[in-house]
C-alpha cells in the first residue's frame, strides 16, 4: 500500500463510551485483512503524560516496551493488535505544549508570534503524520481524548479539519455519540447525536461514520433518522451494542461491515471478510468454560473500575486459556488484617497481589502475604506486591520483625527493599521511574523459568525501589530464592518460595504484555497453579 490512511475517533454527548475499545476493534479488522495498523491516543490534559496522575484521577498508568507511562487506552490497543505501541502513541496538550515552547525558545519560529494556529496544530499534525512516515503504517487510527465541545480538545478538533483537508481521500472521521432510552416514553432518543455532529459540524468536521452507543439493538427507522440528520450513508451508522465483553465488540462491528465502510470509503479494495478465527475461538471457550477459578485481587484501588485494568484483563485472558471462568474477588488491602485474613482469603485458588505506591495498604498487604504463604495458596506479588512479600517473609521467616521498605519507613533498620542507586539523586517526579522493558535472566528449574520456557526474558518496569541485595543470602538460605536477575545490573526482578505451590513474586509488570491472543506465560502459569489448587480442595 503506498499512502497511509489516517482514521480519527471522537466521541460526542457523554464520556466513557469506549472509543478506545471501538478504535481497537476497528484495528482489529483491519489487521485481520493484512494491513499493518497502530493506533494513537491523544489526550487534552496539560500534564506531559499520566505518570504523575493517581488511579482516581485517571486509571491505570499503562507503560509501552520504551518507557513511556501511558493512557490505558494504549493497553487496550496492545491486547487487541497484539503490536507494541510507543511513545509516538500517546501524546498530551503537555507534551505538543512543551515541544512548541522549546522550538521557540530555539529560535525555531524567529521573529513571528507563536499561535494555537498555525503552531500547536502544526504539532499535533506533525505527530498524526510521524506515525505514518517514520513506523510505515498502512493504517493510522487516532483517537482524540474528552468530548466535542470541550474547550481543552478545540486544537485537536481543528487539526482533524484541516488534516481532513489535506489528506483528502486517505482521511476519515469516526463519530462516537450515545443513544439514550427514556424509560418513562420508552424510547431510543436521537437528539443528543443530532446535537454532537452538529457541534462537530460546526467545527468544519463532516463525520463519515457514526457509531451509536445503545444499551440494546435500535431498529432501521431510528438509524435512518440519524443518517438523515446527520449527512451520513444509512450503512455508515453502526451500532455498539452493550455487551458482556468487549472483546465481542470487534465481531459486532464487523457484522455490520464497518471495516468495508472504511475500506470503501479510503478506496481501498474490500476483498473476502477475514474469519477472525483465533478471536472467535478465544470468544467460544469464554462462553463455553463451565467450571470457575476464585481469585482474590489485593489492593488499596480495588473499588476503581480501570485501576488495574491490566491485571484483570491478564486474569481474564489466563483463565480462558485454561478454560475457566473467572471468578474475581475484589480485597480492599486497607481491610486486611491477621483476624480476618482466613475469612477474607480463606475460599480462594489463587491470590493476587498488586501494585502500587505509599505506605496506605500495605499492612494489609503483608497480611494477606502470611496467610496465603501459611495456607500454601498460589500467589503472584507484582512490583510493589512483591516487595511486600520480601518484606513479610523477613519479618516473619528471617525474624527481622522491623524490616521494610525505604519507601515506606524511610529510617527502617533492615531496608530489604531499597531505593535503587540511579534513583538516589533524582529530583524530578515525572518520567524518572526505571520505567519500560529490560531483560531478565531466570533460573532453571525454577516456576518462573518453567513458565516462560526459556532462561531470557524481557518485561516492563515501573518503580524507584528495588529488592536489597546485601540480604540476598539471607534470603536464600532461609528458602525465599532469588531467581530472576537482571544481567547487567544485577537486580533482582523474580523471587520464589519454592517449597510452595506457586509462590512468585516480580518486581516487572507481565500484566503489560499479555494480549488476547498472546497471553502473559506468568499469567498462564498462576492460574494452572490456582485451578490444580481449586481441583485439590476438592478431593479433601
Ligand atoms: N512503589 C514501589 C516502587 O516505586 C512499587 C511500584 C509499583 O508497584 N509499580 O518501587
Redesign the pocket.
Known sequence: MTDTKYIFVTGGVVSSLGKGIVSASLGKLLQARGYKVTIQKFDPYINIDPGTLNPYEHGECYVTVDGHEADLDLGHYERFLNVQTTKDNNITTGRVYQSVINKERKGDYLGKTVQVIPHITDEIKRNVKLLGSKYKFDFVITEIGGTVGDIESLPYIESVRQLKWELGKNCLCVHLTYVPYIAAAKEYKTKPTQHSVKQLQELGIQPDILVLRTERELNQSITRKVALFCNVAEDAVIQSIDRPTIYEVPLILQRQKMDEIVLRKVGLEVGPTPEMKQWKEFLDKKTTATETVRIGLVGKYVELQDAYKSIDESLLQAAIYNNRKLDLHLVHSEKINDQNAASLLGGLDGILI?????QRGVAGKFAALKYARENDIPTLG????M?CMVIEYARNVLGLTEAN?T?IERTTPDPV?DLMEEQKNVTNMGAS?RLGAYDCTLLKGSKTYKAYGKEQIQERH?????FNNEYKDRFEAAGMKCVGVNPETNLVEVVELPDKKWFVGV?Y?PEYNSTVVNPNPLFMSFMKAAIDNHKSEEQV
Not at 354 to 358: D, L, S, T, V
Not at 382 to 385: D, P, T, V
Open positions: 498488586a501494585p502500587g505506591f505509599g507484582i512490583c510493589l506486591g516487595q521498605s519507601e527493599i521511574m515501573r518503580h524507584r525501589f528495588e518486581q509488570h
